[in-house]
Each structure stands twice: as structure tokens, then as C-alpha cells.
């Protein structure tokens, strides 16, 4: 049972325009919040996080929302640029889990020109 | 470069064959983790070591054995390779706080 999803396969944005990728979780016990970005060939990296006591965390052109109430986190590209294109994942944690992560299946962005 | 290095990059194995997956970090992690990519289910957690000597399983280790061989290296061992365990392979690291260092994968197919 995926405790973290992300419904949306897929996303097509411009380039300039604003990309809202979306993560959703049943986990209350999750206190900690990532998303990491991965192009092909290659392992995942580290783009930006948020913990469970801040609703937002921004960082350059990247800005991540929490919203507890609802389970539910997205992450904002503005503006996106053509080397945003990759695969998304948003992940979770839980404060005594040793840093073990459960991740969303992922979202494929392309920005076209 | 600092980082995670794992090899194999990629490996075509026959059903029933065995092999090991080897992960090294020269950051002084911790932690260490193993993660399997399949398509429509984003990262798993096979097994981690939290720390030098320690192992443990994660959410899908069945198939799979672990070793810690000291702070730096982390195998994953298939002692009997199964159709099912096609994937890509993630070894990552961890120091103390949460974000992880990963390498760049082993793409594993077994016929």
C-alpha cells in the first residue's frame, strides 16, 4: 500500500511558465518532506525539503507547500527552463525511521520551448 | 569525485544465478541504503545499515541478503536471481540529516 502517491504521471509546461507538481500521503506520523529530481542514467538528486512545521520552503525557483490538514505537498517551478526536464519524486519520512524513505511513483516533466 | 559509487552499472543474469551489487561512499556517511526503481512505483527500501555493523530490512527484502562490510562499502547480494528482480538498483548514503546521496544505478535484468 503506497503510503505516498503522486497521481499524475506526467506534465507538459512551457518554457517561462510555472510547473505545480503534487504528492499526496495517508501517513500522519510523516514529519519530514523531500523532492528529488533524477534525469536518465543516473540516481536521484536532492532538490529541496520541508519539514511538518513550516506550510513552505523556497528555494531560488523552487518552492515547496505543505498542507497537513489535507496530506498533501506540491512543489512550484517558476520559471521553468528546459533543464527542469526529468523525473520528479516526492518522498516521505517519519522522525524515528532512520531515515528510511517512502516515495511517490513519480511525475515525468517536460518543458517544451 | 565524492559521492556513491556502485557497480555493476548493468548486468544480465540467467534465473537461479547469483550475484553481488557493490556500493562504496568516501563521504564518512552513517547510514547506508539499498533501493530497487521499478516503473509505477517510485523507490522501495530493500534493506539499510544505520550505522557500521548494523543491518536491517526494509520494505521489500525478500530474495535479497545485505552486508556492511565496513563505514564505507554496502553489498546486495541475489543468491538466487528471479524474473521478479528485474529492476534498477540505488544504493544511497546518509550522515545525520536527510538528505540522501545516491549512485547512479545498476540496471539488473534476469531472464
Known amino acids: 500500500d503506497q503510503q505516498v502517491k503522486q497521481n499524475s504521471p506526467s506534465l507538459s509546461v512551457q518554457e517561462g511558465r510555472i510547473s505545480i507538481l503534487n504528492c499526496d500521503y495517508t501517513n500522519s506520523m510523516f514529519d519530514y518532506f523531500l523532492w528529488y529530481k533524477k534525469y536518465p542514467a543516473e540516481g536521484p538528486t536532492f532538490l529541496i525539503s520541508?519539514?511538518?512545521?513550516?506550510d513552505k520552503n523556497e528555494d531560488g525557483r523552487f518552492t515547496v507547500f505543505l498542507n497537513k490538514s489535507a496530506k498533501h505537498l506540491s512543489l512550484h517551478i517558476v520559471p521553468s527552463q528546459p533543464g527542469d526536464s526529468a523525473v520528479y519524486f516526492c518522498?516521505?519520512?517519519?522522525?524515528?525511521?532512520?531515515?528510511?524513505?517512502?516515495f511517490g511513483a513519480g511525475t515525468q516533466v517536460v518543458v517544451t520551448p | 569525485n565524492a559521492g556513491v559509487t556502485q557497480t555493476p552499472k548493468f548486468q544480465v543474469l540467467k534465473t537461479g544465478q547469483s550475484m553481488t551489487l557493490q556500493c562504496a561512499q568516501d563521504m564518512n556517511h552513517n547510514s547506508m541504503y539499498w533501493y530497487r526503481q521499478d516503473p509505477g512505483m517510485g523507490l522501495r527500501l530493500i534493506y539499510y545499515s544505520a550505522s557500521e555493523g548494523t543491518t536491517d530490512k526494509g520494505e521489500v527484502p525478500n530474495g535479497y541478503n545485505v552486508s556492511r562490510l565496513n563505514k564505507r562499502e554496502f553489498s546486495l547480494r541475489l543468491e538466487s536471481a528471479a524474473p521478479s528482480q528485474t529492476s534498477v538498483y540505488f544504493c544511497?548514503?546518509?550522515?545525520?540529516?536527510?538528505?540522501?546521496?545516491f549512485g547512479s544505478g545498476t540496471r539488473l535484468t534476469v531472464v
Open positions: 520541508i519539514s511538518s512545521i513550516k
Open positions: 518522498a516521505a519520512s517519519a522522525g524515528d525511521s532512520w531515515g528510511k524513505l517512502q
Open positions: 544511497a548514503s546518509r550522515l545525520s540529516t536527510y538528505g540522501y546521496t
